[in-house]
């Protein structure tokens, strides 16, 4: 192991960021600094 970066549980939260981005992409235009955002933060402080 080299960095955080190599371990599986990096891996799966960036594919969780990941899904959760494309996930909010479709919610309605007026989401987008309501729910949307707050998804998106918690998502980005998982991993």
Do not use: C, N
Request: no cysteine; glycine share 4%.
């Amino acid at each position: 192991m080299k960095t955080h970066k190599d371990l599986d549980i990096w891996k799966r939260g960036i594919e969780l960021v990941t899904e959760v981005y494309k996930l909010t992409k479709s919610f309605p235009r007026e989401e987008t600094y309501g729910l949307s955002s707050q998804m998106q933060r918690a998502a980005v402080s998982y991993p």
